[in-house]
């Protein structure tokens, strides 16, 4: 029945005695027909009672009371006083009744006519002029209010799972949807959302948004202050030394997380086992249970430190009686560093095998070139130490040391081949035999060549001749020498290129300084640059093929110096020098003749003065000449 309807009845049911009499009067009362103006106008106030304006007023204020006052947006308790196939007509106590959609009774099957329901005055006259309430907004308005309210104070609360959403799941908590991330399901990642869809479950509400009226709920929440709860019982009975069973919650690359009933503890992977493990994984499964010890616990950070290796006696206790200084044992390399490698000789016994004691050489060895981890080695036991639980091994002490008869062996002045095993700016290191070995100085390992760096003449793993000049016995060190295979050549140079020789050389290098000069016998020579000009002025460049002048040599310093401009200026010289002699040969003639003239002629005519002087005008100008050419 619509509202109109019922309206309609209402004033019906009022109108009905009112109509009856007005229908009474009108049979006991003829009518007569008169003419319009003759019409009594007042024919229809028979019979009907007039009030006064103070009754009027006292009679509306009396019907008006009959209804409740209440403004918009207000919840009110309202009695179901019909229902049909699509609506619930609600009566609040207005004026008129309210309509709701049957839909918003999803939730209430048994709805029958006198059930009180909570609904929402929405509108107390919509454009209609009815009146507009709901049923959906009152139980959201009221849902929200609890929403916030259980914020506020921290109450659990019920809600059901209705769908999944991005990022999380939909929650019906009082008839509200609200939001559940899906980190806040459980303290464990969830990666399948839709188990959830359609349980009851229990929630906190960990934030709302009046502004949007949006909530956000979290399970994980109530899984946390449980697990909290259980904490602080745990924690209030710890002791140090106390030994707990555990299941491993989870293994990382530092140790694993062991879940002792409510509270987790950290197993540190050196505290895992006596030896040197790379992983956890390699003693350790998921889900195992097992027995560890609590080492250390942090009442205020909720930390407890765990052990298992030391519900297991300390290898060190338990060392055999045949580990003993001397003793020959075998060890797995399992940490390698600068100074040094440790051989794990059982778990959780290691030595330290020192540079200083991989071979007799005195060669630098570089610890993690020689040694790979996991590798095996055999080794000596040099020093053992329960007490401190530290052991040094030796790998060289497995032989005899090649140094005590190294003046039998390697006598001075012997001749040996070896293998290079390392180069430096200064010098050559070469190994005779494993153990021994000795440096070539750069110096040494030529007559004739000079090297700014030894790899100009050999490279590492090169075979090498070698003479031993000396024997450091006490430092372990042998001096070399490569050169002294051959005599010294200087010897025999000295008389093949005496000072101011000339002999043809090839440029080989060149510098702002000078120029390297390689001569006969692959001797080599330098020129300074002033010493490079050339007749003509051009330069002398590299590969170029000249003659050169020996200027200096030095046979203790092995230094040869020569000059390419001192091979023309001598040419030179030894030119102007010819031209001088033959001048002075032909000056010498000239005198002689003059003396045997004048020897002959008694007197001389005035003819023969005249050839006099034109001879002496000759001399004159070949001594003039002689002396120009001179300076």
Known sequence: MSENNIINEQNAEQ?????????????????????????????????????????????????????????????????????????????????????????????????????EVEVLVVEKEDRDGNLHLSRKQARQKRAWEKIVEVYKTGEVVTGTVTSKTKGGLIVDVYGMETFLPGSQIDVKPVTDYDQFVGKTMEFKVVKVNETIRNAVVSHKALIESDIEQQRVDIISKLEKGQ??????????????????????GLLYITDISWGRISHPSEVLQMDQKINVVVLDFDDEKRRISLGYKQLT??????????????????????????????????PGVEGLV????????????????????????????????????KMSLSIKQLTEDPWSTIETKFPVDSRHKG??????????FVELETGIGGMIHISDLSWIKRFN???????????????????????????????????????????????????????VKKDEKGATVQLQYGLEAYAPARHLRTEDEKPINVEDVKEFMIIEFDRSEKRILVSHTR??????????????????????????????IQGKVEKATLGDLGALAELREKLKQSEGGEEKSAQ
Not at 243 to 259: C, H, M, Q, S
Not at 475 to 487: C, T
């Open 354 to 389: 020192h540079v200083s004691e991989i071979s007799w050489a005195s060669t630098p060895i570089n610890a993690k070139e020689f040694f790979k981890l996991g590798e095996e080695y055999e080794a000596v036991v040099v020093t053992l130490s329960k007490e401190e639980r």
């Open 567 to 596: 091979v023309w200026e001598k040419a030179q010289a030894e030119e102007k020098e010819a031209v001088v002699k033959e001048k002075r040969a032909e000056a010498d003639k000239t005198r002689k003749a003059v003396k045997n």
């Open 313 to 346: 006696p300390h290898p060190w206790d338990t060392l055999p009686a045949t580990i003993t200084e001397g003793a020959k044992v075998k060890g797995k390399v399992v940490n390698i560093e600068d100074y040094g490698a440790f051989l794990e000789i059982m």
């Open 453 to 507: 760096h030894p790899s100009e003449y050999t490279k590492v793993g090169n075979e090498i001749d070698v003479v031993i000049l000396g024997i450091d016995k006490e430092n372990r060190k042998l001096s070399l020498g490569h050169k002294q295979i051959e005599e010294d050549p200087w010897n025999t140079f000295e008389t093949i290129f005496p000072i101011n020789s000339v002999h043809e050389g090839t440029v």
């Open 15 to 115: 109108q009905a005695p009112q109509a009856a009499a007005a229908e009474t009067a009108t049979k006991k009362a003829p009518v007569v027909a008169t003419a319009h103006d003759d019409f009594d106008w007042s024919v229809d106030k028979r019979n009907v009672s007039s009030y006064s304006k103070e009754e009027k007023e006292k009679y509306d204020q009396t019907y008006d009371s009959t209804f409740k006052v209440f403004e918009e947006n207000t919840l009110l308790s309202g009695t179901v006083v019909g229902i049909t196939n699509t609506d619930v007509v609600i009566n609040i106590g207005f004026k008129s009744d309210g309509l709701i959609s049957l839909n918003e009774f999803r939730d209430l099957p048994g709805l029958k006519i006198g059930d």
């Open 243 to 264: 030994v707990l069973e555990g299941t491993i919650k989870n293994i990382t690359d530092f140790g694993a997380f062991i879940d002792l009933g409510g509270l987790d």
């Open 419 to 428: 293998i290079v095993k390392n180069i430096t700016p200064y010098g050559v």
